[in-house]
């Protein structure tokens, strides 16, 4: 099964086919920055939802996240617990055939700090056969940043704990705050590059991760980079 993680930087309905040409293998997207469907008449991108939905609150719903199935596949929302209003808006759990165990993430506030504050109130959810992935707003380079009990060590380390790796660092065989391959450049300046959208999963379910190449194109669109997996039951 193959799934693409993209920050869009907002405006998704006149991007998607974008996104489609260059992945028409996917099983499932999962779109950071996705609006609401449900707020404009474009039939063609409401009906991408049929198969999937929308994470959002009735007062932010012009970004969220987007998750849809193209092929089919049947998507279910499980429920979690929420500990801010926040989190509404940037966790979804839901699983992929009633097979696949999937966590779609977009932090919000302080990033990898409400990370780790979501991942206590769900602990008991995060298992060593889900699956994590989005713009996780996090690296150890911004370390300094968050306090010593709530930085992207801290986070990696947790997860590390329920047998979930970082599935680009480990593919890649580079430690973490040592990525050559970003994927967000700041203000689409290519000189402000870094690493921030993930995917954490068991590593013996990991066929390959890859970052997108041409990433010209993609700065064109956002200030990320479309990241995918292809995993194993």
């Not at 193959?2 to 489609?20: A, T």
């Not at 929302?77 to 009633?98: E, I, Q």
């Not at 990525?179 to 068991?202: N, W």
């Not at 590593?203 to 669109?221: C, E, G, M, Q």
């Amino acid at each position: 099964m193959k799934i693409v993680s993209w920050n869009c930087n907002g405006g998704f309905r006149k991007k998607y086919m974008d996104l489609f040409n260059a992945y028409p293998d996917a099983d499932v997207f999962m779109i950071q920055e996705c609006e609401n469907p449900d707020f404009y008449n474009n039939r063609e991108f409401k009906a991408l939802f049929q198969k999937g939905f929308h994470v959002g609150t009735p007062d932010f719903w012009m970004k969220g996240i987007g998750v849809f199935a193209p092929k089919g596949n049947s998507l279910r929302r499980t429920k979690c617990k929420y500990g801010n209003p926040l989190h509404m808006l940037g966790y979804a759990f839901f699983d992929v055939d009633n097979c696949y165990k999937m966590l779609a993430v977009w932090p919000q506030g302080k990033y990898v700090e409400e990370m780790i504050d979501f991942f206590h109130f769900n602990e008991s959810l995060f298992t060593n056969d889900l699956l994590v992935m989005g713009d996780t707003n996090s690296c150890s380079v911004f370390n300094n940043l968050h306090p010593k009990n709530k930085n992207h060590d801290v986070l990696v380390d947790l997860l590390n704990q329920k047998g979930l790796v970082d599935a680009y660092n480990y593919s890649m065989g580079e430690a973490e705050g040592e990525e050559t391959i970003p994927t967000f450049y700041l203000q689409r300046k290519k000189e402000k590059p870094y690493h921030l959208d993930r995917c954490f999963i068991a590593p013996d379910r990991i066929t390959s991760f890859k970052v997108a190449d041409n990433h010209d194109y993609w700065l064109s669109l956002s200030d990320h980079i479309p990241v995918e997996i292809v995993i194993k039951k």
